[in-house]
T-cell receptor, first 112, second 116 residues
Framework: GESVGLHLPTLSVQEGDNSIINCAYS??????FIWYKQESGKGPQFIID?????DKRQGQRVTVLLNKTVKHLSLQIAATQPGDSAVYFC???????????FGAGTILRVKS | DTAVSQTPKYLVTQMGNDKSIKCEQN?????MYWYKQDSKKFLKIMFS???????INETVPNRFSPKSPDKAHLNLHINSLELGDSAVYFC???????????????FGSGTRLTVV
């Protein structure tokens, strides 16, 4: 089926620590993956993406790792800040119709 | 300027009513979407339009009817509202596939629909 699942529904980290959010995807034909951040009362906001021909991509304080062998995606946030508190979603793009299928989301709570 | 704007932001209505949510994007994208986010934050695609043409129509009740007057607008009309329709509805847009590249995929801020 079209399910993208997250292992940890809630992650609490201390400010300044690194955060790792994990995601399992189901469609081995997916060729593009995106991480989104959703703050309360707002729409999902693009963080970083990665194509299936890559296994790692870095942005500003964020890194996405892709393991196609086990269909696993992770988002690493360095030096987590209170402003990083949000719900994080991974999404995979299915070839047909440019359709993004979202995972269930992980709540990230940053403790000061 | 807001890239993807939805109106209204909040909508409270009684069961059985008909309501519409409007969406407009000024990004020049050619594909627009409606997603539904339930109380558990799960986001599920409902519809996708590319240049006013329906591309994706997930298993959504016939009471939901999208309308795209032009590629910058995608409205969602819901007939005979039910309690289970209560959710946050997000509009999004992207530039369609050019080969294997995907551009954009920007979301609006959502419309919280409450059916009482």
């Amino acid at each position: 089926g079209e399910s993208v699942g997250l292992h940890l529904p809630t992650l609490s980290v201390q400010e300044g620590d690194n955060s790792i959010i994990n995601c399992a995807y189901s469609n081995s034909a997916s060729d593009y993956f995106i991480w989104y951040k959703q703050e309360s009362g707002k729409g999902p906001q693009f963080i970083i993406d990665i194509r299936s021909n890559m296994d790692k991509r870095q942005g500003q304080r964020v890194t996405v790792l892709l393991n196609k062998t086990v269909k696993h995606l992770s988002l690493q946030i360095a030096a987590t800040q209170p402003g990083d508190s949000a719900v994080y979603f991974c999404a995979e793009k299915w070839e047909y119709g440019n359709k993004l299928v979202f995972g269930a989301g992980t709540i990230l709570r940053v403790k000061s | 300027d807001t890239a993807v704007s939805q109106t209204p932001k909040y909508l409270v209505t009684q069961m059985g009513n008909d309501k519409s949510i409007k969406c407009e994007q000024n990004l020049g994208h050619d594909t627009m979407y409606w997603y539904k986010q339930d109380s558990k934050k799960f986001l599920k695609i409902m519809f996708s339009y590319n240049n006013k043409e329906l591309i994706i129509n997930e298993t959504v009740p016939n009471r939901f009817s999208p309308k795209s007057p032009d590629k910058a607008h995608l409205n969602l009309h819901i007939n005979s509202l039910e309690l289970g329709d209560s959710a946050v509805y997000f509009c999004a847009s992207s530039q369609g596939d050019r080969g294997r590249r995907v551009y954009g995929y920007t979301f609006g801020s959502g419309t919280r629909l409450t059916v009482v």
